[in-house]
């Protein structure tokens, strides 16, 4: 495998709509605790060149400045404790038998075409430029603080082919497994949100890139860039947003344009862990030509304490809507229950929302646990 190269470009002001951002939420994936912050800055500006994890490049102490909104004190936590549920009630998890699930083998493709199967939750395996990406790999059946997955892993371990690179959103149990990880060789590139580097690298992974939003690396014939989300981070009791979080755009070669303009290229975007913001359509202005949008649509309920870090089903079409994107398949539901909607709503709310905003019933890869789709030439 060749070593990754890496293309930074320096970014205009701030956007005048982080100000005028939504209320507080939280995601269930860990407590974050109470935190005062910073009004958001809205985009950052990289340095010249992105570094390698443990070549030299120092991040801030903190993204809290990244936040969308605060993250929830007492009086959130003191409602949640009366009114919050965390699963669904016996009646939404009826449908636990119905969730689909149909693994199957994953397809023959070639650097031409591009091919998505859906592991399960946010995991994914992306066929592109010839190389093989795992997104947000969780192959584990129970992860900290969470009970254990509903649905088994839609693609066996042992069917993958050689795995060529990972990219990592953000640092959440359900989206960042070591256990997972460990199955792979420490020489496989990592590519990860800033700050997140040296989890990596003490654990023995050798090839880590961290990238700021709006960077780029590139490997072999694809690039990855890393942008925003509307979310945070935290993994443990004293590291609440330090490491960022984000989404990755992956196209394979065919975009000669620097701006990152889609050229002949083919385009994934895989959202990672969000809510609905303005980031959307700023991505969607950076990255024209998106073939296909990998939404979250699941752990949305109770909508007041989740709304800022989960897209529910409508704003997730909407979200696609935004970036432009051609088509789009849902994730982060139907595998782990982080959240009170019955298990089955987000997919009937997510066709019913697509076919409101009078989109081909085509275009929405309402994939089965297991399932894959193939982008053609």
């Given at each position: 495998m060749t070593q990754p190269q890496f293309r930074s470009r320096r970014l205009p002001g701030p956007d005048a709509e982080a100000a005028s951002a939504p209320g507080p939420g939280r995601a269930q994936e860990g407590s974050p605790g109470r935190l005062r912050t910073a009004p958001p800055r809205a985009e950052p500006v990289p340095p010249a060149e992105p570094l390698a994890s443990g070549r030299?490049?120092?991040w801030p102490r903190s993204f809290e400045d990244r936040l969308t909104a605060p993250l929830p004190g007492l009086r959130s936590f003191a409602r949640f404790a009366r009114e919050g549920a965390v699963r669904p009630g016996r009646e939404g998890l009826a449908d636990v038998p119905r969730i689909p699930y149909r693994p199957e083998p994953l397809p023959a493709v070639d650097a031409r075409q591009v091919a998505v199967s859906w592991a399960g939750h946010a995991s994914w395996v992306i066929?592109?430029?010839?190389?093989?990406?795992?997104?947000?790999?969780?192959?584990?059946?129970?992860?900290?603080?969470?009970?254990a997955r509903v649905t088994p892993v839609g693609v066996p371990w042992d069917a993958l082919p050689p795995v060529d690179a990972v990219?990592?959103?953000?640092?959440?149990?359900?989206?960042?497994?070591?256990?997972?990880?460990?199955?792979?060789?420490?020489?496989?590139?990592?590519f990860v949100p800033g700050g997140l580097?040296?989890?990596?690298?003490?654990?023995?992974?050798?090839?880590?890139?961290?990238?700021?939003?709006?960077?780029?690396?590139?490997?072999?014939?694809?690039?990855?860039?890393?942008?925003?989300?509307?979310?945070?981070?935290?993994?443990?009791?004293?590291?609440?947003?330090r490491s960022l979080w984000g989404g990755w755009m992956l196209t394979a070669d065919g975009d000669a344009d620097d701006g990152g303009g889609a050229g002949d290229g083919r385009r994934v975007y895989f959202a990672g862990d969000t809510g609905y913001g303005h980031w959307f359509r700023r991505i969607g202005e950076r990255y024209p030509g998106i073939d296909l949008a990998l939404m979250p649509i699941g752990a949305y309920d109770p909508r007041w304490w989740l709304r800022d870090v989960h897209c529910d089903p409508e704003e997730a079409v909407r979200a696609t809507l935004d970036v432009g994107a051609r088509r789009m398949a849902p994730m982060h539901w139907g595998t782990f229950l982080l959240s009170s909607?019955?298990?089955?709503?987000?997919?009937?709310?997510?066709?019913?929302?697509?076919?409101?905003?009078?989109?081909?019933?085509?275009?929405?890869w309402d994939l089965p646990v297991g399932g894959s789709r193939i982008l053609g030439d």
């Open positions: 030299g490049r120092r066929r592109i430029g010839g190389l093989t990406v795992l997104a947000d790999p969780v192959w584990s059946r129970r992860i900290l603080g969470t009970p990219v990592i959103s953000h640092n959440h149990y359900d989206h960042l497994d070591l256990p997972t990880l460990r199955r792979l060789p420490a020489d496989t590139p990592m580097g040296r989890w990596f690298s003490r654990r023995g992974f050798r090839r880590v890139t961290e990238l700021d939003w709006w960077e780029s690396a590139r490997l072999k014939g694809v690039r990855l860039d890393f942008v925003p989300a509307h979310h945070w981070s935290k993994r443990t009791l004293t590291d609440t947003c909607e019955p298990v089955m709503e987000p997919l009937h709310r997510v066709r019913d929302a697509w076919a409101a905003a009078g989109r081909a019933r085509e275009d929405l």
